[in-house]
T-cell receptor, first 114, second 110 residues
Framework: DAGVIQSPRHEVTEMGQEVTLRCKPISGHDYLFWYRQTMMRGLELLIYFNNNVPIDDSGMPEDRFSAKMPNASFSTLKIQPSEPRDSAVYFC????????????FGSGTQLSVL | QKEVEQNSGPLSVPEGAIASLNCTYSDRVSQSFFWYRQYSGKSPELIMSIYSNGDKEDGRFTAQLNKASQYVSLLIRDSQPSDSATYLCAVNMRTGKLIFGQGTTLQVKP
């Protein structure tokens, strides 16, 4: 299995621009998570899905952030408009059978908003 | 109070020594506890999970859980330079969310 695939690996954009991060979970996994990691705040849970349905989005910082999972093999995290404080590494992770199972992380997207 | 707390370190130990990493959590109802290792510039990877009070051993790693004290720890025996990384404690909260601590940076010096 190729593991969790994220794209792009690096994204540099200017403040105010729209940013879309993409994730392909491991086939057969029914949970998908989006995390953000910064030095100051560590690894923060933004949102997670179960069977393509958003379960908890309370970690989404504000309305500028949105996430979708149109099918079991694809999810997006969109930031519109982007701000410098959004600069971070964004990880997607998937697992099977709930939160007591191992999370498999993607390689992450390093986002820099100038 | 943060939901999951760790000392950020760095924790420095000589090669061959025992490294002890600690974590406390706020939700008494939490049932599942995990230790992830993250090398610089890489993604986290699971190294240990523990669900009941006591010790769980896997090779050089031992996870310890004390639910009464809301405390979980990770011991690394015979530490190697390759163990140098950030260790993240994660707790499955009653809300259903898996929350990570800030992580403890471990440095193993040859």
């Amino acid at each position: 299995d190729a593991g969790v695939i994220q794209s792009p690996r690096h994204e540099v954009t200017e403040m105010g621009q729209e940013v879309t991060l993409r994730c392909k979970p491991i086939s057969g996994h029914d949970y998908l998570f989006w995390y953000r990691q910064t030095m100051m705040r560590g690894l923060e849970l933004l949102i997670y899905f179960n069977n393509n349905v958003p379960i908890d989005d309370s970690g989404m910082p504000e309305d500028r952030f949105s996430a979708k999972m149109p099918n079991a093999s694809f999810s997006t995290l969109k930031i519109q408009p982007s701000e410098p404080r959004d600069s971070a590494v964004y990880f997607c992770a998937s697992t099977i059978r709930g939160l007591s199972e191992k999370l498999f992380f993607g390689s992450g997207t390093q986002l820099s908003v100038l | 109070q943060k939901e999951v707390e760790q000392n950020s370190g760095p924790l420095s130990v000589p090669e061959g020594a025992i490294a002890s990493l600690n974590c406390t959590y706020s939700d008494r109802v939490s049932q599942s506890f995990f230790w992830y290792r993250q090398y610089s510039g890489k993604s986290p990877e699971l190294i240990m999970s523990i669900y009941s009070n006591g010790d769980k051993e896997d090779g050089r790693f031992t996870a310890q859980l004390n639910k009464a004290s809301q405390y979980v720890s990770l011991l690394i025996r015979d530490s190697q330079p390759s163990d140098s990384a950030t260790y993240l404690c994660a707790v499955n909260m009653r809300t259903g969310k898996l929350i990570f601590g800030q992580g403890t940076t471990l440095q193993v010096k040859p």
